[in-house]
Nanobody, 123 residues
Framework: QVQLVESGGGLVQAGGSLRLSCAAS????????MGWYRQAPGTQRDLVAT???????NYAEFAKGRFTISRDNAKNTVYLQMNSLKPEDTAVYYC?????????????????WGQGTQVTVSS
């Protein structure tokens, strides 16, 4: 059974930093693009950043220059370093894995979500 376990959330003042971690169980990590999403109350879940198995990254506009996603394949862990935090960054942050398996000539994808970790930025 695949599990994604996030940690590192909490309360921080505006301008501060947090580092989120997401540890993946099972064997999916090496086959997965990993990502972070966030959801504030009453809003949809939005992409924050993704990182492919090859290390290519993609960021939402609000994350560029402030957030950094990285992965440690030896530890099956993905990180999100968040700097210069703002009150509008307050949300539940979710870890996501998009696993791709090649069967014959077809790519089959599965996605998995963590339980979320709360990040609160006070002004």
């Amino acid at each position: 059974q695949v599990q994604l376990v996030e940690s590192g959330g909490g309360l921080v003042q505006a301008g501060g930093s947090l580092r989120l971690s997401c540890a993946a169980s099972g064997s999916i990590f090496s086959r997965s693009t990993m990502g972070w999403y966030r959801q504030a109350p009453g809003t949809q879940r939005d992409l924050v950043a993704t990182i492919t198995t090859g290390g290519s990254t993609n960021y939402a506009e609000f994350a560029k220059g402030r957030f950094t996603i990285s992965r440690d394949n030896a530890k099956n862990t993905v990180y999100l370093q968040m700097n210069s935090l703002k009150p509008e960054d307050t949300a539940v942050y979710y870890c996501h894995a998009l696993e791709t398996i090649v069967v014959a000539t077809r790519d089959i994808q599965y996605d998995y979500w963590g339980q979320g970790t709360q990040v609160t930025v006070s002004s």
